[in-house]
């Protein structure tokens, strides 16, 4: 966390539920691309991006190297995200779970809509080399 000299007008819980808020409201890929596109510099999203990217390959279980020789996400990157699979606050599961059920949900052209769910996979420290 950063520490600041003087305290914020706003506290800080009531800002991050205003963000939650904010990020809720938008209901297109193009309307939260354009917002995390101005929110975050290049390289904050970079590491956004980066984070999300590995997270199939850590439930699937592939070794930590593996996942870097396909992704080019460096090693201390996935163990972090393994990490917060495994002991966070349930985020990541949660996103991946609405975007699978949005993803089986979408109607395809021509063919009657399914349901999938998505079932939480254990997840495991893997190689770390």
């Given at each position: ?6 305290e ?64 080019a ?57």
């Amino acid at each position: 966390m950063k520490k600041r000299s003087i305290e914020p007008e706003t506290p800080i819980a009531r800002a991050e539920e205003s963000l939650c808020r904010a990020l809720l409201s938008l209901d297109s890929v193009a309307g939260m691309r354009a917002f995390l596109r101005d929110l975050c510099t290049p390289s904050e999203l970079e590491a956004l991006t980066d984070r999300w990217r590995v997270v199939p390959y850590i439930l699937k279980e592939m070794p930590y190297r593996e996942i870097h020789d396909r992704t080019a996400v460096s090693i201390p990157t996935i163990g972090r995200v393994a990490r917060f699979l495994s002991q966070g606050s349930g985020g990541y599961l949660a996103a991946l779970s609405q975007a699978e059920l949005a993803k089986a949900t979408k109607p395809k052209k021509g063919s009657p809509s399914r349901s999938r769910s998505l079932k939480p996979h254990a997840v495991s420290r893997g190689e770390r080399a």
